[in-house]
């Protein structure tokens, strides 16, 4: 059984990414969707696509979507999601087919980012996993900014 299939495994990382957010002040939304179990099943994102719950775009084309984040972690805090996962529950699960769709949301990143005034720099995160604190099985990039990042990230 691998370390990921091992459910007090699973448990002690999901605690470890709970304690971890907490320590950082970081959104309860955040942490309760640290809950989450690595799985194929809709997410949340596929209700933002297909318009049955509400989200702020801030940029949509033919394969992806921008929206802000619930739970900011900078003034400037948007996903960046493809709107077909086609089997990209993380980015651990990419396959050669992926690249395009990977290329095109790097790309879009770039000119949300632009679009955000984001001129002095900005942070680009894929979570994956229990042990990356990833909270949503549908393949997201993060763009962070309009704060001082640090380094080594937590
Ligand atoms: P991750 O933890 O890397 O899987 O990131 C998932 C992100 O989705 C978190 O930063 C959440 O705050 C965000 N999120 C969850 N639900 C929503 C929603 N309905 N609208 C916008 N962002 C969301």
Redesign the pocket.
């Given at each position: 059984m691998s370390q990921q299939e091992n459910p007090s495994s699973l448990r002690l990382q999901i605690l470890t990414c709970h304690l971890a957010a907490s320590s950082r002040n970081m959104?309860s939304?955040?942490e309760a969707?640290?809950a989450?179990v690595p799985s194929d099943s809709r997410t949340?994102?596929d209700k933002?696509i297909n318009k049955e719950?509400p989200?702020?775009v801030v940029f949509e084309d033919d394969k992806v979507l921008a929206?802000?984040?619930?739970?900011p972690?900078a003034p400037t805090?948007i996903?960046l999601i493809p709107k077909v996962r086609d089997g990209l529950t993380g980015i651990s699960k990419a396959e050669k087919k992926h690249c395009e769709i990977l290329g095109r949301l790097l790309y879009t990143a770039k000119l949300v980012a632009k679009q955000e005034g984001l001129d002095d720099g900005f942070r680009l995160?894929?979570?994956d996993g229990p042990n990356?604190?990833?909270?949503?099985?549908h393949l997201?990039i993060?763009l962070i900014g309009g704060r001082q990042m640090n380094w080594p990230p937590g």
């Open positions: 959104a939304e955040k969707a640290l989450a949340i994102f933002i719950i989200a702020k929206l802000r984040d619930i739970a972690q805090h996903l995160v894929i979570n990356g604190c990833q909270s949503v099985y997201h993060h």
